[in-house]
């Protein structure tokens, strides 16, 4: 069964600095996806960024990006230029690849970031 | 842009009453997923359909039933309700081909069972 993992509970930031929240996974499928979740006070599961397992290259999303290696089974996200409204619950989620028949996200259990100014 | 529309936001049940949760998916998606979250707890995935059948199944009490609408809308229909149930309920909908890995989440139904 594929399992993710999120060790740090809990990280904070200053404004404008950078942060890097951890995740790690185990899977024994080939063909996957990997996502970062945001979820802030309102509660509304927001994507941040998504990579494809078969790409290489980390996927970049304006001040998100991630650190993909797939040897390791890691993918972290690293949020440039915090910003207040950046404090939020980080769920990072796994998905097994389209031809597997499964359709459910497998979310970490989450990082709590808090921006300080 | 459009997002994942449920319905209602809040509900407030008692026990061994009956819950109805709805959820319009964004525009031209056709595959729609139901996620549980509990207190202070990560999302687990209940149910899914793709163009109106069952597509995957996962922890969902047998209490639960759900389908998906030929305009499709989905209903989570959740009956005997107990105190565990309260909790935030997600839909979230992905197109059926290009893109259909990835999942957008609607606000959510929160639901308290007293």
């Known amino acids: 069964a594929q399992t993710v993992t999120q060790s740090q509970p809990e990280m904070s930031v200053q404004e404008a600095e950078t942060v890097t929240l951890s995740c790690t996974y185990d899977t024994s499928e080939s063909d996957y996806y990997l996502f970062w979740y945001k979820q802030p006070p309102s509660r509304q599961m927001i994507l941040v960024i998504r990579q494809e397992a078969y790409k290489q290259q980390n996927a970049t999303e304006n001040r998100f990006s991630v650190n993909f290696q797939k040897a390791a089974k890691s993918f972290s996200l690293k949020i440039s230029d915090s910003q207040l409204g950046d404090a939020a619950m980080y769920f990072c989620?796994?998905?097994?690849?389209?031809?597997?028949?499964?359709?459910?996200?497998?979310f970490g259990t989450g990082t709590r970031l808090q921006v300080f100014p | 842009a459009a997002g994942v529309i449920q319905s209602p936001r809040h509900l407030i049940k008692e026990k061994r009453e009956t819950a109805t949760l709805k959820c319009y998916p964004i525009?031209?998606?056709?595959?729609v997923y139901w996620y549980q979250q509990g207190p202070g707890q990560d999302p687990q995935f209940l149910i899914s359909f793709y163009e109106k059948m069952q597509s995957d199944k996962g922890s969902i009490p047998d209490r639960f039933s759900a389908q998906q609408f030929s305009d499709y809308h989905s209903e989570l229909n959740m009956s005997s309700l107990e105190l565990g149930d309260s909790a935030l309920y997600f839909c979230?909908?992905?197109?059926?081909?290009?893109?259909?890995?990835?999942?957008?989440f609607g606000p959510g139904t929160r639901l308290l069972v007293l």
């Open positions: 525009p031209r998606h056709d595959t």
């Open positions: 989620a796994y998905r097994g690849g389209l031809s597997y028949n499964t359709d459910k996200l497998i």
């Open positions: 979230a909908s992905s197109p059926g081909r290009e893109g259909a890995e990835t999942q957008y």
